[in-house]
Protein backbone atom coordinates (compact mmCIF):
# COMPACT_ATOMS: atom_id res chain seq x y z
CA UNK A 1 0.00 0.00 0.00
CA UNK A 2 1.42 3.31 -0.86
CA UNK A 3 1.24 6.30 2.03
CA UNK A 4 2.02 9.90 2.19
CA UNK A 5 3.04 12.08 5.41
CA UNK A 6 1.83 15.27 5.56
CA UNK A 7 4.24 17.16 8.01
CA UNK A 8 7.32 16.26 6.51
CA UNK A 9 9.77 18.26 8.58
CA UNK A 10 9.07 17.23 12.28
CA UNK A 11 9.82 14.51 15.05
CA UNK A 12 6.75 12.75 14.19
CA UNK A 13 7.70 12.43 10.40
CA UNK A 14 11.33 11.20 10.88
CA UNK A 15 10.13 8.73 13.55
CA UNK A 16 7.10 7.24 11.19
CA UNK A 17 9.83 6.99 8.30
CA UNK A 18 12.11 5.13 10.51
CA UNK A 19 9.44 2.36 10.80
CA UNK A 20 8.13 2.35 7.87
CA UNK A 21 11.26 1.96 5.89
CA UNK A 22 10.98 -2.06 7.54
CA UNK A 23 7.66 -1.96 6.96
CA UNK A 24 6.33 -5.25 4.58
CA UNK A 25 3.47 -3.82 3.32
CA UNK A 26 3.10 -0.17 3.65
CA UNK A 27 5.34 2.04 1.22
CA UNK A 28 5.87 5.90 1.38
CA UNK A 29 5.67 7.33 -1.82
CA UNK A 30 4.90 11.13 -1.13
CA UNK A 31 6.38 13.49 1.97
CA UNK A 32 4.24 16.52 2.33
CA UNK A 33 5.91 20.23 3.64
CA UNK A 34 4.55 23.53 2.62
CA UNK A 35 8.15 25.05 4.77
CA UNK A 36 10.09 22.72 2.92
CA UNK A 37 8.93 22.11 -0.81
CA UNK A 38 11.26 21.14 -3.18
CA UNK A 39 14.06 19.84 -0.71
CA UNK A 40 15.07 16.43 -0.45
CA UNK A 41 14.20 14.99 2.90
CA UNK A 42 17.60 14.10 3.42
CA UNK A 43 19.07 17.49 3.26
CA UNK A 44 16.76 18.12 6.39
CA UNK A 45 17.43 14.91 8.05
CA UNK A 46 21.15 14.09 6.98
CA UNK A 47 20.89 10.53 8.94
CA UNK A 48 18.61 9.45 5.91
CA UNK A 49 21.22 10.19 3.04
CA UNK A 50 20.82 7.42 0.62
CA UNK A 51 18.08 5.49 3.19
CA UNK A 52 15.19 8.42 1.86
CA UNK A 53 15.21 9.02 -1.74
CA UNK A 54 11.99 11.59 -1.13
CA UNK A 55 11.66 15.45 -2.00
CA UNK A 56 9.44 17.13 0.14
CA UNK A 57 6.15 18.50 -2.09
CA UNK A 58 3.47 21.13 -1.67
CA UNK A 59 0.04 19.25 -1.10
CA UNK A 60 -2.14 18.58 -4.03
CA UNK A 61 -5.40 16.69 -2.48
CA UNK A 62 -6.58 15.80 -6.19
CA UNK A 63 -3.16 14.28 -7.02
CA UNK A 64 -2.47 12.75 -3.60
CA UNK A 65 -5.90 10.90 -3.85
CA UNK A 66 -4.99 9.40 -7.16
CA UNK A 67 -1.71 8.28 -5.73
CA UNK A 68 -2.05 7.06 -2.34
CA UNK A 69 -4.75 5.20 -0.07
CA UNK A 70 -3.35 6.03 3.13
CA UNK A 71 -1.91 9.69 4.90
CA UNK A 72 -0.76 9.98 7.70
CA UNK A 73 -1.10 13.83 9.69
CA UNK A 74 2.03 14.58 11.70
CA UNK A 75 1.48 18.21 11.60
CA UNK A 76 0.61 20.56 14.93
CA UNK A 77 -2.80 20.93 16.07
CA UNK A 78 -5.32 23.00 14.54
CA UNK A 79 -3.37 21.50 11.17
CA UNK A 80 -5.37 18.44 10.12
CA UNK A 81 -8.78 19.72 10.65
CA UNK A 82 -8.53 21.78 7.41
CA UNK A 83 -7.65 18.97 5.07
CA UNK A 84 -8.43 15.69 6.14
CA UNK A 85 -12.50 16.19 5.65
CA UNK A 86 -11.15 16.81 1.53
CA UNK A 87 -9.20 13.29 1.83
CA UNK A 88 -12.47 11.45 3.27
CA UNK A 89 -14.63 12.25 1.27
CA UNK A 90 -12.17 10.78 -1.61
CA UNK A 91 -11.84 8.08 -0.06
CA UNK A 92 -8.46 8.28 1.39
CA UNK A 93 -8.14 6.40 4.87
CA UNK A 94 -6.15 9.28 7.34
CA UNK A 95 -4.60 8.74 10.63
CA UNK A 96 -3.78 12.08 12.09
CA UNK A 97 -1.03 12.38 15.28
CA UNK A 98 -1.82 15.68 16.02
CA UNK A 99 -5.18 16.15 18.60
CA UNK A 100 -7.93 17.86 16.25
CA UNK A 101 -10.12 14.64 15.92
CA UNK A 102 -9.13 13.20 19.77
CA UNK A 103 -12.15 15.43 21.46
CA UNK A 104 -15.97 15.29 21.22
CA UNK A 105 -16.99 18.23 22.40
CA UNK A 106 -16.72 21.53 20.62
CA UNK A 107 -16.49 23.10 23.90
CA UNK A 108 -13.86 21.36 25.90
CA UNK A 109 -11.80 21.53 22.28
CA UNK A 110 -12.18 25.38 22.09
CA UNK A 111 -10.85 25.39 25.81
CA UNK A 112 -7.70 23.59 25.43
CA UNK A 113 -6.69 23.96 21.89
CA UNK A 114 -7.88 27.60 21.51
CA UNK A 115 -10.14 27.32 17.98
CA UNK A 116 -13.37 25.63 16.72
CA UNK A 117 -13.51 21.57 16.71
CA UNK A 118 -13.26 19.99 13.11
CA UNK A 119 -16.56 19.91 11.22
CA UNK A 120 -19.18 17.61 13.31
CA UNK A 121 -19.82 14.92 10.88
CA UNK A 122 -15.81 14.40 11.11
CA UNK A 123 -15.94 14.16 14.60
CA UNK A 124 -18.41 11.83 15.04
CA UNK A 125 -16.64 9.37 12.15
CA UNK A 126 -13.04 9.44 14.02
CA UNK A 127 -12.14 6.92 15.89
CA UNK A 128 -10.09 7.06 18.99
CA UNK A 129 -7.06 5.03 17.97
CA UNK A 130 -5.61 3.31 22.26
CA UNK A 131 -5.40 0.10 19.80
CA UNK A 132 -5.38 -2.02 23.70
CA UNK A 133 -8.43 -0.76 23.90
CA UNK A 134 -10.74 0.34 20.56
CA UNK A 135 -9.20 -2.71 18.76
CA UNK A 136 -12.12 -3.48 17.04
CA UNK A 137 -13.65 -0.19 16.27
CA UNK A 138 -10.29 0.75 14.69
CA UNK A 139 -11.00 -2.17 11.73
CA UNK A 140 -13.34 -0.42 10.47
CA UNK A 141 -11.89 3.27 10.73
CA UNK A 142 -11.41 5.54 7.97
CA UNK A 143 -9.82 8.54 9.93
CA UNK A 144 -7.93 7.13 12.81
CA UNK A 145 -7.60 9.70 16.23
CA UNK A 146 -4.01 8.91 16.64
CA UNK A 147 -3.83 9.50 20.68
CA UNK A 148 -1.43 11.56 22.74
CA UNK A 149 1.20 10.52 24.82
CA UNK A 150 0.78 11.06 27.86
CA UNK A 151 -3.04 9.88 27.53
CA UNK A 152 -1.27 6.86 26.29
CA UNK A 153 0.93 5.75 29.34
CA UNK A 154 -1.93 6.76 31.95
CA UNK A 155 -4.46 5.31 30.67
CA UNK A 156 -2.62 1.85 30.09
CA UNK A 157 -1.87 1.85 33.33
CA UNK A 158 -5.26 2.48 34.71
CA UNK A 159 -7.77 1.10 32.04
CA UNK A 160 -7.19 -2.80 34.19
CA UNK A 161 -8.00 -2.20 37.68
CA UNK A 162 -11.03 0.89 36.69
CA UNK A 163 -12.69 -1.84 34.68
CA UNK A 164 -12.75 -4.05 36.92
CA UNK A 165 -14.01 -1.50 39.68
CA UNK A 166 -11.60 -1.68 41.75
CA UNK A 167 -10.56 1.30 42.53
CA UNK A 168 -11.83 4.73 43.47
CA UNK A 169 -12.08 6.82 39.94
CA UNK A 170 -12.04 10.17 41.36
CA UNK A 171 -9.26 9.72 43.48
CA UNK A 172 -6.48 9.45 40.38
CA UNK A 173 -3.66 11.52 40.58
CA UNK A 174 -1.03 11.59 37.86
CA UNK A 175 2.81 12.61 38.39
CA UNK A 176 4.17 12.55 34.59
CA UNK A 177 7.23 13.26 32.90
CA UNK A 178 8.37 13.97 29.48
CA UNK A 179 11.61 14.22 27.56
CA UNK A 180 12.35 17.55 25.41
CA UNK A 181 11.60 15.82 22.24
CA UNK A 182 7.73 16.08 23.34
CA UNK A 183 7.67 20.15 22.78
CA UNK A 184 8.90 19.22 18.94
CA UNK A 185 11.48 20.18 16.71
CA UNK A 186 10.56 24.42 16.90
CA UNK A 187 12.62 26.60 18.94
CA UNK A 188 11.57 27.46 22.01
CA UNK A 189 13.33 29.13 25.31
CA UNK A 190 11.39 26.73 27.74
CA UNK A 191 13.24 23.57 26.09
CA UNK A 192 16.56 25.95 25.28
CA UNK A 193 19.78 23.78 25.99
CA UNK A 194 20.69 26.59 28.79
CA UNK A 195 16.86 26.92 30.24
CA UNK A 196 16.74 22.52 30.41
CA UNK A 197 20.17 21.15 31.19
CA UNK A 198 20.20 20.08 34.86
CA UNK A 199 16.81 21.61 35.00
CA UNK A 200 13.21 19.61 35.83
CA UNK A 201 9.81 21.88 35.46
CA UNK A 202 6.11 21.32 36.45
CA UNK A 203 4.13 22.95 33.11
CA UNK A 204 0.48 23.54 31.96
CA UNK A 205 -0.65 22.30 35.47
CA UNK A 206 -4.53 22.56 34.99
CA UNK A 207 -4.20 23.54 31.23
CA UNK A 208 -2.60 20.84 29.41
CA UNK A 209 -4.34 20.00 26.60
CA UNK A 210 -4.35 15.97 27.34
CA UNK A 211 -6.46 16.60 30.22
CA UNK A 212 -9.50 16.20 28.67
CA UNK A 213 -8.22 13.09 26.54
CA UNK A 214 -7.44 11.08 29.33
CA UNK A 215 -10.59 12.08 31.37
CA UNK A 216 -12.96 11.41 28.18
CA UNK A 217 -11.18 7.92 27.61
CA UNK A 218 -11.44 6.87 31.26
CA UNK A 219 -15.30 8.41 31.67
CA UNK A 220 -15.90 6.31 29.04
CA UNK A 221 -14.57 3.13 30.31
CA UNK A 222 -16.13 3.70 33.75
CA UNK A 223 -19.49 5.09 31.59
CA UNK A 224 -19.57 8.05 34.59
CA UNK A 225 -18.18 11.64 34.72
CA UNK A 226 -14.11 11.13 36.09
CA UNK A 227 -11.78 14.25 36.38
CA UNK A 228 -8.37 13.63 37.39
CA UNK A 229 -5.46 15.48 38.64
CA UNK A 230 -2.64 15.62 36.17
CA UNK A 231 0.40 17.71 36.50
CA UNK A 232 3.18 17.15 33.15
CA UNK A 233 6.80 17.76 34.00
CA UNK A 234 9.84 18.24 31.59
CA UNK A 235 12.70 16.67 32.12
CA UNK A 236 16.59 17.09 30.62
CA UNK A 237 16.28 13.94 28.41
CA UNK A 238 15.42 13.54 24.71
CA UNK A 239 12.86 10.97 24.47
CA UNK A 240 10.43 8.98 27.48
CA UNK A 241 7.12 9.49 28.88
CA UNK A 242 6.80 7.92 32.82
CA UNK A 243 3.46 8.58 34.32
CA UNK A 244 2.82 7.85 37.94
CA UNK A 245 -0.55 7.34 38.90
CA UNK A 246 -1.88 7.25 42.14
CA UNK A 247 -5.27 5.79 43.01
CA UNK A 248 -7.85 4.67 46.06
CA UNK A 249 -8.40 1.29 46.00
CA UNK A 250 -11.44 -0.04 47.36
CA UNK A 251 -10.02 -3.03 48.78
CA UNK A 252 -6.73 -4.34 49.50
CA UNK A 253 -4.97 -6.57 47.41
CA UNK A 254 -1.43 -8.28 47.28
CA UNK A 255 0.87 -6.47 44.69
CA UNK A 256 1.11 -10.27 43.07
CA UNK A 257 -2.79 -9.89 42.57
CA UNK A 258 -2.23 -6.91 40.59
CA UNK A 259 -0.12 -8.13 38.05
CA UNK A 260 -1.67 -11.08 37.90
CA UNK A 261 -5.21 -9.26 36.83
CA UNK A 262 -2.44 -6.89 34.42
CA UNK A 263 -1.11 -9.74 32.89
CA UNK A 264 -3.88 -11.64 31.95
CA UNK A 265 -5.77 -8.11 30.77
CA UNK A 266 -3.12 -7.19 28.22
CA UNK A 267 -2.36 -10.98 27.03
CA UNK A 268 -3.27 -10.39 23.66
CA UNK A 269 -1.65 -7.22 23.49
CA UNK A 270 1.99 -7.43 22.12
CA UNK A 271 3.04 -4.03 22.65
CA UNK A 272 2.67 -4.14 26.97
CA UNK A 273 4.59 -5.86 28.91
CA UNK A 274 3.96 -5.98 32.85
CA UNK A 275 7.05 -6.18 35.23
CA UNK A 276 7.17 -8.60 37.97
CA UNK A 277 7.16 -7.88 41.72
CA UNK A 278 9.66 -5.63 42.68
CA UNK A 279 10.52 -4.34 39.36
CA UNK A 280 9.62 -0.33 38.06
CA UNK A 281 10.26 0.28 34.61
CA UNK A 282 12.17 3.25 33.57
CA UNK A 283 11.95 5.05 30.27
CA UNK A 284 15.88 3.86 28.72
CA UNK A 285 13.89 0.75 28.96
CA UNK A 286 11.20 1.38 26.09
CA UNK A 287 13.71 4.09 24.45
CA UNK A 288 13.08 4.07 20.97
CA UNK A 289 10.28 1.19 20.74
CA UNK A 290 6.70 0.32 21.01
CA UNK A 291 6.24 -0.87 24.09
CA UNK A 292 4.64 0.09 27.65
CA UNK A 293 6.04 -1.28 30.35
CA UNK A 294 3.84 -1.38 33.90
CA UNK A 295 4.95 -1.44 37.02
CA UNK A 296 2.84 -2.51 39.98
CA UNK A 297 3.23 -1.72 43.95
CA UNK A 298 -0.09 -1.99 46.41
CA UNK A 299 0.50 0.12 49.31
CA UNK A 300 -1.16 -1.62 52.38
CA UNK A 301 -0.08 1.14 54.61
CA UNK A 302 -2.04 3.98 52.37
CA UNK A 303 -4.48 1.57 50.80
CA UNK A 304 -3.42 3.09 47.38
CA UNK A 305 -2.09 1.53 44.14
CA UNK A 306 0.83 3.07 42.71
CA UNK A 307 1.02 2.18 38.80
CA UNK A 308 4.44 3.50 36.75
CA UNK A 309 4.08 3.50 32.84
CA UNK A 310 6.89 4.38 30.33
CA UNK A 311 6.80 4.34 26.90
CA UNK A 312 8.83 6.17 24.45
CA UNK A 313 6.69 9.67 23.78
CA UNK A 314 7.70 9.71 19.76
CA UNK A 315 7.03 5.88 19.14
CA UNK A 316 3.92 4.66 21.32
CA UNK A 317 2.48 7.82 22.14
CA UNK A 318 2.95 9.24 18.51
CA UNK A 319 4.32 7.24 15.09
CA UNK A 320 4.68 3.63 16.81
CA UNK A 321 1.21 3.49 17.39
CA UNK A 322 0.28 5.22 14.27
CA UNK A 323 1.33 2.46 12.68
CA UNK A 324 0.14 0.05 14.86
CA UNK A 325 -3.37 1.57 13.81
CA UNK A 326 -2.86 1.61 10.23
CA UNK A 327 -1.48 -2.61 10.57
CA UNK A 328 -5.07 -3.41 12.37
CA UNK A 329 -7.26 -0.49 9.86
CA UNK A 330 -5.46 -3.20 7.48
CA UNK A 331 -6.04 -6.54 8.51
CA UNK A 332 -2.48 -6.78 8.77
CA UNK A 333 -0.43 -8.51 11.55
CA UNK A 334 -0.61 -5.86 14.74
CA UNK A 335 3.33 -5.92 14.85
CA UNK A 336 4.24 -5.72 11.28
CA UNK A 337 7.38 -3.22 10.99
CA UNK A 338 7.28 -2.64 14.83
CA UNK A 339 8.66 -5.84 16.55
CA UNK A 340 11.84 -4.10 17.18
CA UNK A 341 13.66 -4.37 20.20
CA UNK A 342 14.22 -0.79 22.55
CA UNK A 343 17.07 0.63 21.91
CA UNK A 344 19.84 0.06 25.07
CA UNK A 345 21.72 2.10 26.99
Not at 305 to 332: F, P, T
Amino acid sequence: MDVAIIGGTGYGAVELLRFLQQHPYANVKKIISHSNSGTDFSDVYQHTVEVVELQMEEIDIDQLAQEVELVFFATPSNVSKHTIPALIDKGIKCIDLSGDFRLQSPEVYQQYYGEEIAPQPYIEKAVYGLCETYRENIQQADLLANPGCYPTATTLGILPVLERDLIDPQTILIDAKTGVSGAGRGLSLNVHFSEMNENFKAYKIGQHKHIPEIEQTLSSVANETIQVTFTPHIVPMTRGIMSTIYVDLKEHQSTEAFIDLYERFYQQDPFVRVRKNGVIPSTKEVWGSNYCDIGLYADERTGKLIIVSVIDNLVKGASGQAIQNMNIMQGWEETAGLHTLPIYP
